[in-house]
Protein backbone atom coordinates (compact mmCIF):
# COMPACT_ATOMS: atom_id res chain seq x y z
CA UNK A 1 0.00 0.00 0.00
CA UNK A 2 1.19 3.83 -0.69
CA UNK A 3 2.11 5.98 2.36
CA UNK A 4 -1.42 7.77 2.22
CA UNK A 5 -3.21 4.49 2.31
CA UNK A 6 -1.04 2.84 5.22
CA UNK A 7 -1.55 6.39 7.11
CA UNK A 8 -5.28 6.66 7.01
CA UNK A 9 -5.20 2.77 7.76
CA UNK A 10 -3.36 3.58 11.15
CA UNK A 11 -5.51 6.41 11.75
CA UNK A 12 -8.58 4.66 11.50
CA UNK A 13 -6.99 1.76 13.22
CA UNK A 14 -7.11 4.12 16.25
CA UNK A 15 -10.18 4.82 16.18
CA UNK A 16 -10.12 8.16 14.23
CA UNK A 17 -12.39 9.33 12.12
CA UNK A 18 -15.99 8.20 11.57
CA UNK A 19 -19.50 9.88 9.41
CA UNK A 20 -21.95 12.73 9.06
CA UNK A 21 -22.88 16.27 8.18
CA UNK A 22 -22.84 19.61 4.94
CA UNK A 23 -19.66 20.16 3.36
CA UNK A 24 -18.54 23.69 4.13
CA UNK A 25 -17.83 26.22 1.68
CA UNK A 26 -13.88 26.60 2.12
CA UNK A 27 -11.44 23.90 3.09
CA UNK A 28 -11.44 23.72 7.18
CA UNK A 29 -8.30 24.97 9.07
CA UNK A 30 -6.35 22.33 10.73
CA UNK A 31 -7.89 24.16 14.38
CA UNK A 32 -11.13 23.48 13.01
CA UNK A 33 -10.75 19.91 12.10
CA UNK A 34 -8.86 19.23 15.22
CA UNK A 35 -11.53 20.89 17.49
CA UNK A 36 -14.24 18.46 15.55
CA UNK A 37 -11.46 15.65 16.27
CA UNK A 38 -12.13 16.54 19.74
CA UNK A 39 -15.48 15.79 19.69
CA UNK A 40 -14.85 11.71 19.05
CA UNK A 41 -14.83 9.57 22.40
CA UNK A 42 -11.26 9.17 23.71
CA UNK A 43 -9.65 5.64 22.51
CA UNK A 44 -9.24 3.34 25.53
CA UNK A 45 -5.55 1.94 25.93
CA UNK A 46 -5.05 -1.29 24.95
CA UNK A 47 -3.68 -4.04 22.15
CA UNK A 48 -5.94 -3.26 18.99
CA UNK A 49 -6.66 -5.20 15.98
CA UNK A 50 -7.19 -3.89 12.63
CA UNK A 51 -8.43 -5.79 9.12
CA UNK A 52 -8.82 -4.14 5.89
CA UNK A 53 -11.63 -5.76 3.18
CA UNK A 54 -10.14 -4.53 -0.46
CA UNK A 55 -13.33 -3.51 -2.15
CA UNK A 56 -12.16 -2.20 -5.41
CA UNK A 57 -9.09 -1.53 -7.01
CA UNK A 58 -8.17 -0.21 -10.70
CA UNK A 59 -5.59 1.52 -12.31
CA UNK A 60 -6.81 2.88 -15.83
CA UNK A 61 -4.30 2.22 -18.52
CA UNK A 62 -2.90 -1.16 -17.71
CA UNK A 63 -3.52 -3.95 -19.32
CA UNK A 64 -6.19 -6.48 -17.63
CA UNK A 65 -4.18 -9.32 -16.51
CA UNK A 66 -1.71 -6.61 -14.98
CA UNK A 67 -4.42 -5.00 -13.24
CA UNK A 68 -5.78 -7.87 -12.17
CA UNK A 69 -2.37 -9.01 -10.22
CA UNK A 70 -2.37 -6.17 -8.49
CA UNK A 71 -5.73 -6.36 -7.13
CA UNK A 72 -5.04 -9.80 -5.98
CA UNK A 73 -1.94 -8.91 -4.60
CA UNK A 74 -3.55 -5.90 -2.51
CA UNK A 75 -5.98 -8.29 -1.95
CA UNK A 76 -4.40 -11.06 -0.46
CA UNK A 77 -2.03 -8.29 2.03
CA UNK A 78 -5.09 -6.47 3.49
CA UNK A 79 -6.18 -10.19 4.41
CA UNK A 80 -4.19 -9.79 7.08
CA UNK A 81 -4.61 -8.42 10.44
CA UNK A 82 -2.21 -6.30 11.93
CA UNK A 83 -2.24 -5.59 16.05
CA UNK A 84 -0.38 -2.56 17.27
CA UNK A 85 -0.56 -1.34 21.11
CA UNK A 86 -2.16 1.90 22.01
CA UNK A 87 -0.97 3.01 25.17
CA UNK A 88 -2.30 5.32 27.71
CA UNK A 89 0.21 8.38 26.71
CA UNK A 90 -1.05 7.91 23.22
CA UNK A 91 -4.46 7.66 24.09
CA UNK A 92 -4.47 10.31 26.16
CA UNK A 93 -3.77 12.52 23.17
CA UNK A 94 -6.85 11.47 21.89
CA UNK A 95 -7.36 12.01 17.77
CA UNK A 96 -6.20 15.46 18.11
CA UNK A 97 -2.51 14.70 17.59
CA UNK A 98 -3.15 12.45 14.93
CA UNK A 99 -5.05 15.03 13.26
CA UNK A 100 -2.46 17.29 13.46
CA UNK A 101 0.09 15.18 12.10
CA UNK A 102 -1.75 14.92 8.92
CA UNK A 103 -2.32 18.48 8.30
CA UNK A 104 1.18 19.43 8.99
CA UNK A 105 2.43 16.74 6.79
CA UNK A 106 2.99 12.68 7.17
CA UNK A 107 5.62 10.65 4.77
CA UNK A 108 5.94 13.51 2.34
CA UNK A 109 2.54 14.10 2.13
CA UNK A 110 -0.16 17.02 3.34
CA UNK A 111 -3.46 16.82 3.73
CA UNK A 112 -5.97 19.58 3.69
CA UNK A 113 -9.80 18.75 4.68
CA UNK A 114 -12.28 19.83 2.67
CA UNK A 115 -14.76 18.08 5.05
CA UNK A 116 -14.60 16.55 8.56
CA UNK A 117 -17.69 16.31 10.36
CA UNK A 118 -18.42 14.50 13.81
CA UNK A 119 -21.71 13.60 14.96
CA UNK A 120 -21.88 11.37 18.16
CA UNK A 121 -19.84 8.16 17.12
CA UNK A 122 -19.80 9.40 13.54
CA UNK A 123 -17.90 10.80 10.86
CA UNK A 124 -17.93 12.27 7.22
CA UNK A 125 -14.67 13.30 6.33
CA UNK A 126 -12.82 13.98 2.40
CA UNK A 127 -9.68 15.30 2.08
CA UNK A 128 -7.12 16.16 -0.71
CA UNK A 129 -3.46 15.24 -0.07
CA UNK A 130 -0.22 16.42 -2.31
CA UNK A 131 3.60 15.12 -2.20
CA UNK A 132 6.58 14.60 -4.10
CA UNK A 133 6.71 14.40 -8.00
CA UNK A 134 3.09 16.13 -8.50
CA UNK A 135 1.10 13.42 -6.38
CA UNK A 136 -2.18 13.75 -5.04
CA UNK A 137 -4.67 11.96 -3.54
CA UNK A 138 -8.53 12.57 -3.59
CA UNK A 139 -9.80 10.34 -0.11
CA UNK A 140 -13.20 10.33 1.24
CA UNK A 141 -13.80 8.83 4.50
CA UNK A 142 -17.19 7.69 7.00
CA UNK A 143 -17.70 5.47 9.43
CA UNK A 144 -18.30 4.75 13.43
CA UNK A 145 -15.81 4.92 16.20
CA UNK A 146 -15.83 4.21 19.77
CA UNK A 147 -13.55 4.07 22.50
CA UNK A 148 -12.88 0.14 21.74
CA UNK A 149 -13.18 -0.30 18.30
CA UNK A 150 -13.94 1.35 14.72
CA UNK A 151 -15.45 1.15 11.15
CA UNK A 152 -14.35 3.01 8.57
CA UNK A 153 -15.10 2.71 4.77
CA UNK A 154 -12.44 4.55 2.62
CA UNK A 155 -12.39 5.55 -1.37
CA UNK A 156 -9.08 7.19 -3.19
CA UNK A 157 -8.53 8.11 -6.03
CA UNK A 158 -4.76 8.92 -5.97
CA UNK A 159 -2.91 10.65 -9.30
CA UNK A 160 0.36 10.85 -10.32
CA UNK A 161 2.33 11.52 -13.79
CA UNK A 162 4.79 8.11 -12.98
CA UNK A 163 1.34 5.88 -12.66
CA UNK A 164 0.29 4.32 -15.59
CA UNK A 165 -2.82 6.11 -16.70
CA UNK A 166 -2.41 8.55 -14.32
CA UNK A 167 -4.49 7.41 -11.76
CA UNK A 168 -5.32 4.98 -9.22
CA UNK A 169 -8.55 4.06 -7.38
CA UNK A 170 -8.77 2.40 -4.14
CA UNK A 171 -12.12 1.44 -1.84
CA UNK A 172 -11.71 -0.42 1.35
CA UNK A 173 -12.90 -0.87 4.58
CA UNK A 174 -11.05 -1.60 7.58
CA UNK A 175 -12.49 -2.34 11.09
CA UNK A 176 -10.37 -2.35 13.75
CA UNK A 177 -11.25 -3.68 17.94
CA UNK A 178 -9.50 -3.63 21.12
CA UNK A 179 -8.38 -7.04 22.08
CA UNK A 180 -7.36 -6.96 25.92
CA UNK A 181 -4.55 -5.13 27.15
CA UNK A 182 -0.61 -4.29 26.14
CA UNK A 183 1.08 -7.13 27.17
Known amino acids: MNRIVTAVAVLA ?3 MLAACSKEPAAPRTADEVIAEAGKLEQPRPGRYETTVDLIDFSVP ?3 QEQAN ?3 SMMGRASQEASSYCL ?12 VRKMTEGQGQ ?9 VDGG ?5 LTCSGPQGMTADIALDGTASAEA ?8 QKAAMMPGGQMRVEMRMN ?3 TGDCE
Open 61 to 63: GIP
Open 109 to 117: MKCEFGRFA
Open 87 to 98: TEAEAAKGFEES
Open 69 to 71: AMK
Open 150 to 157: STMHMTMV
Open 13 to 15: GST
Open 122 to 126: KLDAA
Open 176 to 178: SKR
